[in-house]
Nanobody, 127 residues
Framework: QVQLVESGGGLVQPGGSLRLSCSAS????????MGWYRQAPGKERELVAT?????????NYTASVKGRFTISRDNAKRTVYLQMNSLKPEDTAVYYC???????????????????WGQGTQVTVSS
């Protein structure tokens, strides 16, 4: 079964950086488009970054994080990363990863391909 373990969150001041990691098992990771979601208190879960399968996968970002966040993957380690720079208070949320499947019209054109989620990792941006 799919297992996702996120880590790397924490408390950071505005303008700071964090690098999140997500270790995936129970899936053919190398063949999966992967994504990072976030959910702020009182808001719906939002897809913020995607990366297509195989090495050197193409990436896409929601407008609010473009130019500040970078998604990457290491297929040998079955891990997807999210480098977050120039963090803002509005980036505060619990961050999750998941495998994705294509669905036109949805956020960034994808929805989760698994209904199993990890515990997420809390990112708090505050002075």
């Amino acid at each position: 079964q799919v297992q996702l373990v996120e880590s790397g969150g924490g408390l950071v001041q505005p303008g700071g950086s964090l690098r999140l990691s997500c270790s995936a098992s129970g899936m053919s990771f190398v063949m999966k488009t992967m994504g990072w979601y976030r959910q702020a208190p009182g808001k719906e879960r939002e897809l913020v970054a995607t990366i297509t399968p195989y090495s050197g996968g193409s990436t896409n970002y929601t407008a609010s994080v473009k130019g500040r966040f970078t998604i990457s993957r290491d297929n040998a380690k079955r891990t997807v990363y999210l480098q977050m720079n120039s963090l803002k208070p509005e980036d505060t949320a619990v961050y999750y990863c998941n495998a994705l499947r294509r669905l036109e019209g949805s956020g960034l054109g994808y929805v989760p391909s698994s209904d199993r989620w990890g515990q997420g990792t809390q990112v708090t941006v505050s002075s």
